[in-house]
C-alpha cells in the first residue's frame, strides 16, 4: 500500500481544486467505464491505496473498492505488460512471478509462472479473470492471494477535501466463497461492495483471500472474481464473466456504426483518431434521453454542461446521435426555479450533478449545479448546429421551449447590469468563484495581477452569447417565428458593434480576457480572446491581429495555444489555467482560425497536438499539459492530476480534422462540402467514412498533390455528394 497520510483541510479560495500529492503520470493508470461505474487501476491490474490515491472502483461518484491486489507467495508479481483493447472496454495484465525465497532458500525461479488478468465493467460490477499458468518443470502450489479494501470515499474526498465526520463501517459479512463490505452513510444510505471468488479460496477474510490451487506442468489454473456496487449479482463468477462479455461486445459492435470513421496515411495518427473516439465511446453513459458523454476520469465522470457541449460540438460532423442525446438530457434538467444554494435561474442550463453522500448532505453545491455562465449559451449554439446538420427539425420543435427559455435567461439573469453583456456572479458563498470555463479562483485578473471583481463578463461568454443569438434567430426562422428571429439578429448586431468596442486592447494588439464588475478591461493576453472568432463576434481586422497575437511564440508554446501568454503576471506554465495548455481551446480556437480563412494557423495547432499525443501513453490527449516551450526530440510536460481520458480533449483531434479540410454538411441538399482543404505535413492522405448528409453517407478520400489537395469521393448512399468550394 502507498504510504497512509491525513490531507489538508481544504478551503480559502482554492474552493474545489483537485489537490496534488503526487503525479498521475508517475503511475501510468489504466482506466475502465461503463456508464455510471468507472475504475483506476494500475498496470499490474491492481488498486493501490493510501495517501493521495486515486486507485479505485467507483460507483455515482463514490469509491466502492479502494484496494485490491493480488500476490503469488506473498509477494506482488513482475508486470510484464499492460494494455487496453482497443475498444477500451477490458484491461489485460500479463504478470510473472519474481523470485520466491523462503527461509532464505529460493524456492522459485522467477518467470516460472505466468499470470494473465482480464478485467471489464458491467451494469454496475466489475468482472475479472486470473488465469495461473505454470511453465516450470515441477508442480506449483504457491498460494495465489487477494488483498481488498473499500473506504467508501466520496470522489471530492479522493481529491482532497477532509471531512469533519464519516458515516459507519460495517463488519464484513462472509458466506461461502464471497464477502460483503458494508457503510452506512450520513445520508442515510447503506453502500456494499460484494466480492464473490470462484471456486471458493483456500481462506477467505473480511479483507483478503487466499487460494492454493497445485498446478502441474504446462498445466494452468483459472480464478474468476466478481466486484459488485450494486448487490449480489447472479452467481456463478464463471457463467457471469462470460455473459456480460458477450453483452458488451454485442453493445460495442452495435454502436459503431453512429459514427463517422477516420484512416490516414500516418498510423500513428490513426492510432490516435481510434483512442480519441474509442475515449468518447467509453465515456459516453446511457441515459432515458439518449446518450450523454461524461466529461472525464477521475475527477469528473459525471453529467457536466458545458463538457458535453463543447464535446458534442467538437464531433458533431462525425456523430451527431451523441448531441441529440446531450441536448435532450440538459434540456430535461434546465432550471425552472431560482436557487441561490445551486445558482439555478430560470432557464439555465446545468454545470454538474453529483450523488455522492458529500453532494447529498450539501458539503458540497454540486448535488444539481447551476454555476457556469455560459452552458446555457452553448446550449443554444449546439441545438442550432445540430438543427443546420440534421435538418432534425421534430427534435427542434421539441426542445425550441428550451431554446426561448435560455434566451430569456439570457437578455434577464444573464445580463447583469444590463448593458447587453453576459455576466456572472455567485449567488451564494459556497458556490463557485468563477463561472467561465476557466474556473480555478485565480484564472480572471488584470494586467497587474489583482483579481477581478464581480460581476465579470467573460470575452468567450459574449462570442458565445453572439453565437446563440445566430442559432435562435436561425431556429426561429425555420420554425416560422419570424419577429423572434428579426429580434435576435437585431441584439447580435449590436452585441457585435459593443462587444469589438468595449473588449478590444489596441496596445495588447487583442481582446480583453474580461470586463470587470467596474466595466474595467482585465488587458492580459488570453486564449479566450481567440474564441471570439469561434462565431465571428471578432470584426474581420480585429480577428487578423488576435490571430497573429495568439500565434506569437509568447502564446504559441509549440504544442499548443497557451491559455495565458508568458508576457502576463500570473503566467505559470504548471498552473491549470494560468499558462497551459488545454486541447479543446485548442481544437476550438481552430474552428475560428478556419472561419476567418486561417488555414495555416489551423494546421499549426493540429501538429502541435498531434505531436503531443504522439509521445503520449496510448496516443491519448490528456485534459491539460503544462505550457513550457516545446524542445527538439522532447514530448509535452504533463499537468500531474490531469483527467485522461477527458471527453473534450479527446474531440480535440477530431474538430481538427473538419477545420483542416473545412467540412460542412447540407442535410437538405445531401452535400458535404470541403472548403479550401489543407493537410498538415504528417498526413499525404485521409479517408472519412460514414459522413452522414440527411439521409445520405459517404465515404471520401483526400490526398496531397503537390500544393494543392485533391478530394474524390469514394462511396456514395442515399443521395449523398462532394462539393469542392475554393
Known amino acids: 500500500m502507498l504510504q497512509d497520510r491525513k490531507y489538508p483541510r481544504a478551503g480559502g479560495d482554492e474552493q474545489f481544486q483537485v489537490s496534488a500529492f503526487f503525479s ?4 501510468r493508470p489504466r482506466i475502465l467505464k461503463r456508464d455510471d461505474t468507472f475504475a ?10 493510501g495517501f493521495g490515491s486515486s486507485d479505485g472502483i467507483y460507483y455515482r461518484d463514490t469509491r466502492y473498492l479502494s484496494h485490491y491486489e493480488l500476490l503469488i507467495g506473498g509477494v506482488r508479481p513482475i508486470l510484464l505488460s499492460s494494455s487496453l483493447t482497443d475498444d477500451s472496454s477490458m484491461l489485460v495484465s500479463d504478470l510473472a512471478n519474481p523470485d520466491i525465497f523462503a527461509e532464505q532458500k529460493l524456492v522459485l525461479r522467477h518467470d516460472s509462472i505466468h499470470i494473465r488478468r482480464s478485467k471489464f465493467l458491467q451494469d454496475g460490477v466489475c468482472h475479472e479473470r486470473v488465469v495461473v499458468r505454470n511453465f516450470a518443470d515441477v508442480v506449483i502450489a504457491l ?4 488483498r481488498f479494501q473499500a473506504d467508501f470515499a466520496d470522489i471530492f474526498e479522493v481529491r482532497g477535501l477532509e471531512r469533519p465526520r464519516r458515516g459507519a463501517f460495517l463488519d464484513p459479512v462472509l458466506d461461502g466463497g464471497s464477502v460483503v463490505l458494508s457503510y452506512n452513510g450520513l445520508d442515510g444510505r447503506r453502500l456494499t461492495t460484494t466480492l464473490i471468488l470462484d471456486p471458493v479460496p483456500d481462506t477467505l477474510e473480511g479483507n483478503h483471500a487466499i487460494f492454493i490451487l497445485p498446478c502441474a506442468p504446462r498445466e494452468h489454473r483459472i480464478i474468476f472474481v466478481t466486484m459488485s456496487c450494486v448487490g449480489i449479482p447472479p452467481p456463478p463468477p464463471r457463467e457471469n464473466y462470460l455473459r456480460s462479455l458477450v453483452a458488451i461486445r454485442r453493445q460495442n459492435r452495435a454502436e459503431r456504426p453512429r459514427s463517422a470513421t477516420i484512416d490516414s496515411s500516418n498510423e500513428i495518427f490513426n492510432e490516435a483518431i481510434r483512442r480519441a473516439q474509442c475515449d468518447i465511446e467509453m465515456l459516453t453513459s446511457h441515459t432515458p434521453h439518449g446518450p450523454y458523454v461524461y466529461a472525464g476520469i477521475p475527477w469528473f465522470s459525471t453529467v457536466f454542461g458545458r463538457d458535453a457541449l463543447i464535446t458534442a460540438l467538437l464531433t458533431l460532423w462525425s456523430n451527431p446521435v451523441l448531441a441529440r442525446g446531450v441536448l435532450s438530457y440538459l434540456a430535461a434538467h434546465q432550471a425552472v426555479d431560482e436557487n441561490p444554494l445551486s445558482d439555478a435561474e430560470p432557464g439555465k442550463i446545468l454545470h454538474e450533478i453529483r450523488n455522492g453522500e458529500m453532494a447529498l448532505l450539501g458539503e458540497v453545491p454540486f448535488r444539481r449545479y447551476y454555476g457556469s455562465v455560459d452552458s446555457t449559451l452553448l446550449f443554444v449554439i449546439l441545438a442550432g448546429a445540430y438543427c443546420e446538420a440534421t435538418a432534425d427539425m421534430d427534435f427542434t420543435r421539441q426542445i425550441w421551449t428550451n431554446v426561448e427559455r435560455a434566451m430569456s435567461w439570457a437578455a434577464t439573469y444573464g445580463d447583469i447590469d444590463g448593458d ?8 451564494s458563498e459556497g458556490g463557485l468563484v468563477n463561472q467561465g470555463w476557466k474556473d480555478s479562483h485565480d484564472s480572471i485578473f488584470h494586467r497587474d495581477g489583482a483579481i477581478a471583481e464581480p460581476p465579470i463578463a467573460l470575452c468567450e461568454v459574449q462570442a458565445y452569447y453572439y453565437g446563440a443569438l445566430l442559432a435562435a434567430a436561425a431556429m426561429a426562422g425555420r420554425l416560422g417565428h419570424a419577429e423572434a428571429a428579426a429580434t435576435h439578429r437585431q441584439k447580435a448586431t449590436g452585441l457585435r458593434r459593443n462587444f469589438n468596442e468595449a473588449f478590444w486592447c489596441e ?4 481582446f480583453a480576457l474580461a470586463l470587470d464588475g467596474k466595466k474595467r478591461r482585465c488587458a492580459v493576453r488570453s486564449s479566450n480572446a481567440g474564441h471570439a472568432l469561434l462565431t465571428g463576434l471578432a470584426d474581420f481586422e480585429l480577428a487578423r491581429r488576435t490571430a497573429r497575437t495568439l500565434m506569437d511564440a509568447s ?5 499548443g495555444i497557451r491559455t495565458i501568454a508568458t508576457t502576463e503576471l500570473r503566467y505559470n506554465p504548471m498552473s491549470y489555467h494560468n499558462g497551459s495548455v488545454w486541447p479543446h481551446d485548442n481544437a476550438l480556437i481552430a474552428l475560428g482560425f478556419a472561419r476567418y480563412g486561417y488555414k ?10 498531434f505531436s503531443a499525443a504522439s509521445y503520449i501513453d496510448l496516443r491519448r490527449l490528456p485534459e491539460l499539459f503544462c505550457g513550457f516551450p516545446r524542445r527538439p526530440a522532447r514530448g509535452p510536460t ?15 483531434l477530431l474538430s481538427l480534422v473538419q477545420s483542416s479540410l473545412g467540412l460542412d454538411i447540407d442535410p437538405e441538399t445531401r452535400e458535404i462540402r470541403l472548403e479550401r482543404p489543407i493537410l498538415p505535413q504528417f498526413l499525404d492522405e485521409i479517408t472519412l467514412c460514414r459522413v452522414q448528409a440527411g439521409g445520405g453517407l459517404l465515404d471520401l478520400t483526400l490526398r496531397r498533390a503537390g500544393q494543392e489537395v485533391a478530394a474524390n469521393a469514394v462511396h456514395r448512399a442515399g443521395g449523398a455528394r462532394l462539393v469542392l468550394k475554393s
Open 40 to 49: 483506476v487501476i494500475d498496470p499490474n491490474g491492481d488498486l493501490l491505496s
Open 143 to 146: 498460494p495465489i492471494e487477494f
Open 420 to 427: 447587453g453583456f453576459i455576466e456572472y456572479r455567485r449567488k
Open 24 to 27: 498521475l503520470q508517475e503511475r
Open 507 to 510: 496596445e495588447l494588439d487583442t
Open 600 to 609: 495555416s494557423q489551423v494546421v499549426r495547432i493540429f501538429e502541435g497536438l
Open 638 to 652: 504533463f499537468y500531474p492530476v490531469a483527467c485522461s481520458p477527458q471527453a473534450w480533449a479527446a474531440a480535440s
Open 555 to 559: 502564446s504559441m508554446s509549440g504544442w
